[in-house]
């Protein structure tokens, strides 16, 4: 099984090479950026399975050019996923997100939901999942969307850092007064879930998101960051409309406090993975808690 990755210095893409390469993967070639950009079916000649995981981020500080999303995230997909119809591949995975569906989420989201992205990042994946349902596959190929929710694990540099580096300071965290549950994903339940497609034949293909079994509230994170670091978990709850003044004043000043962040930390976002899970017949690695403690002791040892 030779398996090719795109977007392998990213990550989930050193993540991954790692998961794989434990797992006895050794056969994988590594598609750059420059190849990406001109890809052609020799770029996945003898290949059994193609990992798309390259793809701009989310950018919390709304400094990108909106255009690069749809360059980077649609149209370089669309090359590859043209080079994958036509190639000896048998199966796609695209690791798109649950952006690609929702912004917000009231309830609970689901596979079926209708799609309504509304920043470039989401809107651009799901470009991308658009592109690949609407071509005909040909007999012996299948294609798998996963959609993850916020990914987090060794070398995470994102809000789960902001948080941890606040606990180990012992700087108490103000935003106890939002009662929320949101879902998280550990890079090994993600990398566990790849591999299982790779490996096996009967796996559906179609979307799937792809999370931890339970969501969390922020203040459950920040008491499994500092058991983490062996600190007491400190947890203000300051009243919510001075924060949000704050986070509005942090928009302006390019603050590490501003209402995008503020959101991420304190909205409601809870993922099913329901449908994975029946499809896999298997239970992930790792529950919602223990994969945050093993996060927490990657910054302990950074």
Known sequence: MKVAITGSSGFVGQNLQKYLSFGHHTDLKLISRSVLENVSISALEDIDVVVHLA???HDLKS???PEEYYRVNFELTKHLFDAFLKSKASKFIFISSVKAAAD??????????KAVPETHYGKSKLL???YILSQSLPEGKSIYILRPCMIHGPGNKG???LLYSFVKKGIPYPLAAFENKRSFLSVENL???ITEIIDR???NGGIYNVSDDMPL?????????????GKKAKLWALPKGLLIFLSRIGDRLKLPLNSERLSKLTENYIVSNSKLKLALHKELPLSSRQGIMNTAKSFSEQ
């Open 63 to 65: 400094v990108s050019d």
């Open 104 to 113: 917000i989420v009231e309830n609970v989201l689901l596979e079926e939901d």
């Open 128 to 130: 991308a999942e658009e």
């Open 55 to 57: 793809g701009k981020a």
């Open 159 to 161: 809000n789960l850092n």
């Open 201 to 203: 034949a009967d796996i």
């Open 217 to 229: 509230s922020t203040n459950e994170v920040v008491s499994c960051l500092s058991d983490a670091s």
């Open 191 to 193: 990398c566990f879930v």
